[in-house]
């Protein structure tokens, strides 16, 4: 009797749990991720069939060759985990390493990219093209480790890339895609205010860091209020102000930090040059010299429409109602390396499951998903690379 393809990922999925968990129990930093890359290599070549590439140190590619002609598409899985200490005791799959903590998904990511290899290989001779299977290494820490990848010069030739990413801000089991800018450019700026410090009850023969920070830390909020449009996205967080030791003393310095998010090029521009006027416009009404520091992170990740629409039918066609118009988020996700090279989507799928415990935002120490999702991520993997490489037969 012939094995559906539904049969097969459901007969695929205790090894996707098991990869899950083994995973999670391991979890390494960006750039760390040595452990994990040769799990992940140890397991594609257990699966068999697939060309293996280490294109960096702690990444990892597999290539499925079809054995019709075709061209190369990419589906890609970060795995990389985070500097916190998992506060959940519901699971037996805690994560051995203290203060590392798979806390966005990436350990079901990748588990998931494997499950849709083995399917994949066994559906090989009726496949159209190449599949790339793009383990990404450090996607929570800038410059990302997409940017290196795609600096190998390995996914030049590609047609398309697919990711997608696990999402407990949604039910579980629903699909969501948005056609354009999908993610917001994530990007720093560091303020160090130079003044000049004094006693508390003098303030008149001080130049005050604190009162000039807070100052600028207000006229901030304006960028958003009165320079942009409303139709446009902008969001300005200090999170960081670091000033004084003292309670009757006036600091010579302070320091601010924050984050700066935006979807437009152009407010991108706009923001990096007026947070700078801002801070040298009220440090020269007050006196005070300062230092400000600009840092561009992740671009935003754009979908490809033509492409997303494909998806979008695919994903439908599969899933019907549970399909839905994803909001734009003001999230950072390297995925844009990819988005900025070759036509791309990046979908969201949900694993969130209030009556599971399975809600808490990503990056949360009791962050955790609902694993009967996965086969709805295994399935998305695998229905877009049999359907996409069909489109781009020869």
């Known amino acids: ?40 290599e140890e397991q594609l070549q257990a699966i068999g069939q697939i060309e293996v590439i280490r294109p960096t140190e702690t990444s990892v590619l597999g290539i499925i060759k079809g054995g019709k002609p075709g061209k190369k598409i990419g589906l890609r899985a970060d795995i990389d985990a985070l500097p916190i200490k998992e506060e959940r005791q519901d699971i037996d799959f805690i994560s051995e390493n203290d203060g590392v903590m798979h806390a966005c998904g990436h350990d079901g990511h990748a588990s998931i990219l494997l499950g849709a290899a083995k399917v994949l290989v066994e559906e090989k001779d009726e496949l159209h093209g190449e599949i790339y299977l793009i383990f990404q290494h450090a996607e929570e820490t800038p410059p990302g480790g997409a940017v290196e990848m795609v600096d190998t010069g390995l996914f030049d030739d590609l047609a398309f890339i697919y990711g997608q990413h696990l999402f407990t801000p ?14 917001a450019n994530s990007d720093s700026f560091d303020v160090t205010i130079k003044g000049r410090g004094g006693h508390a009850s003098q303030p008149e023969n001080s130049i005050d860091p604190v009162m000039i920070g807070a100052q600028i830390i207000s006229q901030l909020q304006t960028l958003v209020s009165r320079v942009t449009s409303p139709l446009d996205s902008l969001v300005i967080s200090t999170t960081n102000f670091h000033a004084g030791s003292a309670k009757n003393i006036i600091p010579d310095t302070a320091e601010l930090a924050g984050s700066v998010r935006s979807i437009a090029p152009e407010t991108r521009v706009m ?13 020269d009404v007050y006196g005070a010299g300062y230092d400000y520091a600009y840092t561009r992170g992740y671009s935003s990740v754009v979908n490809d429409d033509e492409k997303t629409d494909q998806v979008r039918a695919i994903a439908t066609e599969h899933f019907q109602e549970d399909v839905f118009e994803f909001p734009l988020a003001m999230g950072g996700e390297d995925f844009s390396a990819f988005s900025e090279l070759v036509p791309s989507t990046y979908a969201f799928i949900g694993v969130g499951n209030v009556d599971k415990d399975m809600d808490y935002p990503h990056h949360h120490p009791k962050f955790g998903m609902d694993e009967e999702a996965f086969s709805t991520g295994v399935q998305m993997f695998v229905a877009v690379a049999l359907g996409m490489t069909r489109e781009y037969k020869d």
């Open 170 to 183: 949604i039910p579980s089991g629903k699909i969501g895609l948005l056609n354009g800018p999908v993610t």
């Open 271 to 283: 923001a990096e040059e007026t947070i700078g006027k801002i801070v040298k416009n009220i440090c």
């Open 1 to 40: 009797m012939q094995v559906t393809l539904e049969e097969k990922i459901h007969n695929v999925m205790s090894d996707v749990l098991n990869w899950r968990r083994t995973m999670h129990k391991n979890p390494e930093l960006s750039f760390e991720e040595y452990w994990t890359s040769a799990y992940i």
